[in-house]
């Protein structure tokens, strides 16, 4: 893998924005909250319901490491199928 430090430098930040997308539902509902406190507190719902399954696609970032690693228990994969490994988890 050519890249590999610029791959785990993007899982990292898409971690920490993961983090940060936590916060800002919150500042906004102290702001939206008194136009209407029913709309402001579903969205920090299906704000903070989004973040763990950001964390999935995260995850299956992280198999796409495992998967490229060269490791010797992936020698029985030929290398079409871990390509087509690979595409399947990004």
């Given at each position: 893998?050519?890249?590999?430090?610029?791959?785990?430098?993007?899982?990292?930040?898409?971690?920490?924005?993961?983090?940060?997308?936590?916060?800002?539902?919150?500042?906004?509902?102290?702001?939206?909250?008194?136009?209407?406190?029913?709309?402001?507190?579903?969205?920090?719902?299906?704000?903070?319901?989004?973040?763990?399954i950001s964390y999935?696609?995260?995850?299956?970032?992280?198999?796409?490491?495992?998967?490229?690693?060269?490791?010797?228990?992936?020698?029985?994969?030929?290398?079409?199928?871990?390509?087509?490994?690979?595409?399947?988890?990004?």
């Amino acid at each position: 893998m050519e890249s590999k430090s610029l791959f785990q430098f993007g899982i990292v930040m898409g971690l920490l924005s993961c983090v940060a997308f936590i916060l800002l539902p919150l500042a906004l509902y102290r702001l939206l909250s008194s136009v209407n406190k029913e709309h402001a507190m579903l969205m920090v719902i299906f704000a903070i319901v989004s973040v763990p399954i950001s964390y999935l696609n995260i995850v299956h970032q992280i198999d796409v490491l495992d998967l490229l690693s060269d490791e010797a228990y992936l020698k029985v994969f030929s290398k079409e199928e871990l390509n087509t490994h690979v595409m399947l988890s990004l």
